[in-house]
């Protein structure tokens, strides 16, 4: 499945199953997007590996992300694989 197709079926699991409050949901979409932004500056990137994952964390981290948004943004990234992983 792309990227895109990814993050909405997650979304829509998190607004139906999990019952996330609409803020968190926009939350988490917006660290998604950022997520793929930064991707698409890096090729050689795969969105479902960790040291991906961690890349992109020390990225937010240097752009001055606060540790909430960080912890959030390592929440929401995480949950999307494991959804990947049980689909």
Do not use: M
Not at 11 to 16: G, I, K, M, N, W
Not at 25 to 32: E, Q, S
């Amino acid at each position: 499945a792309s990227y895109a197709a990814a993050v909405r079926a997650y979304l829509t699991y998190c607004r139906v199953e999990k019952n996330l409050s609409p803020a968190t949901l926009k939350a988490y979409a917006r660290d998604f997007a950022s997520f793929s932004a930064w991707l698409s500056q890096s090729p050689e990137a795969s969105f479902s590996e960790i040291s991906t994952l961690q890349r992109f964390q020390s990225h937010c981290a240097a752009q001055g992300q606060s540790p909430r948004s960080l912890a959030r943004l390592t929440s929401s990234l995480r949950g999307l694989l494991r959804f990947l992983a049980a689909e």
